[in-house]
Each structure stands twice: as C-alpha cells, then as structure tokens.
C-alpha cells in the first residue's frame, strides 16, 4: 500500500502564500507522477499541478505564474508553493501519486486551504 499525507494548509489573506508538503510512504518501487488537486465546495476536483519524476510539470491556466510544484524523487515528497493567492483558491487541496508496483492511482486524506478577503 502506498499512503500519501499532506501538510502546510491553513488560513491566509488573500495576496499571501502558502506552502503544501505532501510525503509518500508505504511499500514503493517507482513513483511517476505526483500533484496536486482541489475541490471546492460545490465544485467537482480539478487539477492544479502535476510533476513527473522526470521533472515535466503541468500546471492549470488558473494557477500558472503563481504556483510551482517541486519534488525530491529521494525522498518521494512533493511541494506547492502557493504565491499571490486567491479566494477563489479556497478549497481542499489533495496530493496524488501513481505509483509502483500496483501502478494504482493514490490520494491524500485532503488539507484545507482557506484565503480571506
């Protein structure tokens, strides 16, 4: 099993930053691909960014220029670095992973995060 927790969300002024950690851990040979969705209330989840081990990265139009994802492939963790934020990003935010050997898609248990007017 592969288990992905999620760290760093909170409450912040609109304008401010934010920064997600998200480690993977549990029985692992290989991870491709790890990012980031959110879901905001009433809305269905939507990608905000993903990076392969590689290091290719896709980010929504929404959030490009103000969001960068990182990763240490070492360590199996992922970041967001959330800059210049929104209200409108207000939502739960999830890791995800596709990872060996299941090959499985994997998600975060969600870390909230609200910005305010």
């Known amino acids: 099993q592969v288990q992905l927790v999620e760290s760093g969300g909170g409450l912040v002024q609109a304008g401010g930053s934010l920064r997600l950690s998200c480690a993977a851990s549990?029985?692992?040979?290989?991870?491709?691909?790890m990012g980031w969705y959110r879901q905001a209330p009433g809305k269905q989840r939507e990608l905000v960014a993903t990076i392969t081990k590689a290091g290719r990265i896709n980010y929504a139009d929404s959030v490009k220029g103000r969001f960068t994802i990182s990763r240490d492939n070492a360590k199996n963790t992922v970041d967001l670095q959330m800059n210049s934020l929104k209200p409108e990003d207000t939502a739960v935010y999830y890791c995800?992973?596709?990872?060996?050997?299941?090959?499985?898609?994997?998600w975060g248990q969600g870390t909230q995060v609200t910005v305010s007017s």
């Open positions: 995800y992973t596709v990872a060996g050997p299941t090959w499985y898609a994997y």
């Open positions: 549990g029985s692992i040979f290989s991870i491709n691909v």
